[in-house]
């Protein structure tokens, strides 16, 4: 994850919208910087982050001033708790984020075997593509268990099978 961010990447990358800011309005300064940082987490990498840590801080202060707070008022948001959980299905509902059904996988499937592996990009390129992927499509992220399957099946059926091994029902 990249923890230093120039000024125009922010901006970039890290700028809510006017229906973002409308959405916020109402909350509490915590609140409002917490549903703040997973919209705009989720929007950049796909997934909500666990915690605060997950932020870098000018990220965090480029979110705070957006929303007109203090970027201290995030050290006593509840990521994992009732609130977090709340603001979670707020911003899936606000993004209109579809769940990874069966026509999602597929789909998934076919960019990975279409277009990222045949590239052998290095891993964190991979893990970032993939986030971007789901970001993109606007398609929850499946578990890590079920994302990991996936990922292996198409990596295998993307190197095809070993050419150096020998069947042992082949004497």
């Known amino acids: 994850m990249q923890r230093l961010w120039s000024g125009a990447e922010l901006g970039e990358h890290w700028t809510l919208r ?72 707020i911003v899936l509902g606000h993004l209109a984020v579809a769940t990874f059904d069966d026509a999602a996988e597929a789909k998934f499937r076919s960019w990975l075997s279409g277009e990222l592996l045949p590239r052998e990009p290095a891993p964190p390129v991979f ?19 079920r994302l990991d399957r996936i990922l292996r099946s198409a990596r295998a059926a993307h190197d095809g099978p070993d050419p150096t091994f020998v069947s042992p029902d082949a004497k």
Do not use: C, K
């Open 127 to 145: 893990e970032g593509e993939v986030s971007s992927w789901f970001a993109r499509e606007r398609i929850s992220r499946p578990g890590g268990y």
């Open 18 to 89: 006017a229906d973002d800011l409308a959405l916020l309005a109402a909350l509490p300064a915590g609140g409002r910087l917490g549903l703040a940082a997973q919209l705009a987490y989720w929007r950049q990498n796909g997934r909500f982050p666990d915690d605060e840590a997950d932020l870098a801080p000018a990220v965090v202060g480029h979110l705070a001033t957006q929303v007109g707070v203090h970027a201290d008022v995030l050290e006593g948001y509840e990521w994992a708790g009732r609130t977090g959980r709340r603001h979670r299905r």
